[in-house]
């Protein structure tokens, strides 16, 4: 049995600007699984840059509310919203509240950098 507990994972900033940390990912381990895992945070007032990856990707948002954008459609999310992000979509999100906006990130297959294309602006 392998359980990852979230104060374990070592917080970073991720290529689009997000505070991230990796739960469990494919290529790191001996996982008999394709995807990866990550808690994402957005901070209040923020956006992350836009970006794409080859790969799809899934939001599972635990905290907060925010603006979704995916290539020409917005919307507004909230705690409990999963949103489905196809591959080499354009997308970033928004924190549209008042306290921190607070996502699961899944990628499959596994994400890598070199399948990120990232829009700094």
Request: net charge positive; aromatic share 10%; hydrophobic share 35%.
């Amino acid at each position: 049995m392998r359980i990852t507990n979230l104060k374990n994972c070592p917080e970073f900033i991720a290529g689009d600007n997000c505070i991230l940390r990796e739960l469990l990912h494919a290529g790191k381990g001996d996982y008999a699984f394709r995807y990866s895992l990550a808690q994402a945070k957005v901070k209040s007032g923020k956006t992350t840059f836009a970006h794409k990856l080859k790969t799809s990707e899934v939001y599972y948002i635990l905290k907060g509310r925010g603006r979704m954008c995916i290539n020409n459609e917005s919307a507004a999310v909230k705690r409990g919203d999963a949103i489905y992000i196809p591959p080499m979509a354009s997308q970033y999100i928004q924190n549209t509240g008042k306290s921190d906006l607070v996502f699961l990130c899944i990628v499959d297959p596994a994400w890598r950098v070199q399948d990120e294309e990232v829009v700094k602006t």
